[in-house]
């Protein structure tokens, strides 16, 4: 079952349990995906990728609104901004440990040949690709410099 597919029978249950929460971060999931496949030269399909980095930019969103919030003694606001995160979070892949991700870049890194901090772009576009919703991004360069420093 496709993404959209998902999101919509998401949606129909949602609204059937009287969910309302839930429900606005179902239908702000299906805009972003509507609004990719809209966009001049998507076609009228995103691939399985697209979707996924989509996911990952909604998920960081509300991960950093809601520290933001945190650390304005907003609880109420980063309570809700969690919630939606906690929705988004079933549609993206499980997250890596940072032991599997250290083990994973490290293969890369003997792939490529990578030596110093100067093959830094190339390791990080091969481990960025084959780790996309995997692990977070700030995880994956913090263990690529850690390794090649």
Do not use: F
Request: proline letters at 1%; glycine letters at 6%; aromatic letters at 2%.
């Amino acid at each position: 079952m496709s993404l959209k597919a998902q999101i919509d029978a998401d949606i129909k249950a949602a609204m059937l349990a009287k969910q309302k929460d839930e429900l606005l971060v179902l239908r702000s999931i299906k805009s972003m995906l509507l609004l990719a496949s809209t966009e001049k030269g998507a076609g009228d399909e995103i691939s399985g990728e697209q979707e996924m980095k989509i996911l990952v930019k909604a998920a960081k969103q509300r991960k950093e609104s809601a520290d933001v919030y945190t650390s304005n003694s907003r609880d109420d606001l980063a309570a809700k901004e969690l919630m939606e995160l906690a929705v988004i979070n079933r549609y993206l892949p499980k997250q890596m440990s940072e032991e599997h991700v250290k083990a994973e870049i490290e293969k890369i890194v003997a792939q490529t040949g990578a030596a110093s901090m100067k093959d830094m772009g190339k390791v990080m576009g091969m481990a960025n690709k084959a780790l996309a919703g995997k692990a977070d991004g700030k995880l994956i360069a913090t263990i690529v410099k850690s390794l090649l420093s």
